[in-house]
C-alpha cells in the first residue's frame, strides 16, 4: 500500500523559506570570493619637488599640524634611523618617531639645539621673573625665561611640543637678539610679521653630523 503524502501550504512556506535561504546563502559566498584580499593600509604621503623628497604617515600628520612649511620648512632627507628610531630632517628641525611613548606623543620633535651643545647655566634665583608675570615666563625644568614676542610666538606656534623649552636667555647673534630653545633658534626680525623667525635648525645639525 502507497502511503499518501499531503502537501500542506505549511509545507509550501517552509520549502520556500529553505529555497531562498540557500540561494541567499549561495549568492553571499560568491559575492566573497570575487572580493580580492584586503591589502595593507595606504600610507598618505606628500612629494616636496623643491628638494626631491617625501613626507608620509605619521611625520606628514605632525608636519601639517604643526605649522606645515611655515614651520617646518621643506625637508631635507627620507626617513632613516638614528639610534634605533626614525627621523626625518627639515630645514626647520627633525621629526623623530618613538614607538615607546604613549601614542600621542610618538611624533616628536628633536632637540637639536641641546645636540648642538646650546644649553647655557640656569638663571640664579635672584634673576627669576615674578610669578605672576604675564610678560616673562619661568620654565623651572630647563631654567630659562621666555619673554615678549618670543613667549608670543611660542604659545601661538606649538609651545613645548613644538619647540621644546627654552636653553638660554636672549643674546645678540650677528647684530639679531637671538634665544636657542631644546628644538630651536628664535630670532627676533621686527620688520617681520610675526616679529620672530626660525634659524634652519635642521640644516645646521645635519651639515654638522654629514
Not at 540557500?22 to 619637488?49: K, N
Not at 611655515?70 to 630632517?89: A, C, H, I, K, M
Request: some cysteine; overall charge negative; charged content about 20%.
Amino acid at each position: 500500500m502507497q502511503e499518501e503524502v499531503i502537501i500542506t501550504s505549511h509545507h509550501v512556506k517552509a520549502m520556500k523559506i529553505k529555497l531562498f535561504l540557500t540561494l541567499t546563502t549561495i549568492l553571499i559566498l560568491a559575492a566573497c570570493r570575487s572580493q580580492p584580499a584586503p591589502g595593507p593600509p595606504v600610507r598618505m604621503s606628500r612629494y616636496f619637488p623643491e628638494t626631491g623628497h617625501t613626507v608620509q604617515g605619521d611625520f606628514l600628520r605632525f608636519f601639517d599640524v604643526y605649522g606645515g612649511i611655515n614651520s617646518f620648512g621643506l625637508p631635507l632627507t627620507e626617513e632613516f634611523l638614528v639610534d634605533g628610531w626614525r627621523v626625518q630632517y627639515f630645514e626647520k628641525g627633525r621629526l623623530e618617531y618613538h614607538p615607546e611613548n604613549e601614542p600621542d606623543y610618538r611624533v616628536v620633535v628633536g632637540w637639536l639645539g641641546d645636540l648642538l651643545r646650546r644649553r647655557t647655566p640656569p638663571l640664579p634665583p635672584s634673576h627669576l621673573p615674578a610669578t605672576n608675570d604675564p610678560y616673562r615666563r619661568y620654565f623651572p625644568e630647563t631654567g630659562h625665561t621666555l619673554s615678549g614676542d618670543f613667549l608670543t610666538y611660542f604659545d601661538t606656534h606649538g609651545g613645548s611640543v613644538r619647540f621644546g623649552q627654552p636653553i638660554s636667555e636672549p643674546f645678540l647673534e650677528q647684530g639679531r637678539i637671538a634665544q636657542d630653545l631644546q628644538s630651536a633658534r628664535f630670532f627676533w626680525t621686527p620688520e617681520t610679521a610675526p616679529p620672530v623667525t626660525l634659524e634652519d635648525i635642521g640644516r645646521v645639525h645635519l651639515d654638522q653630523i654629514r
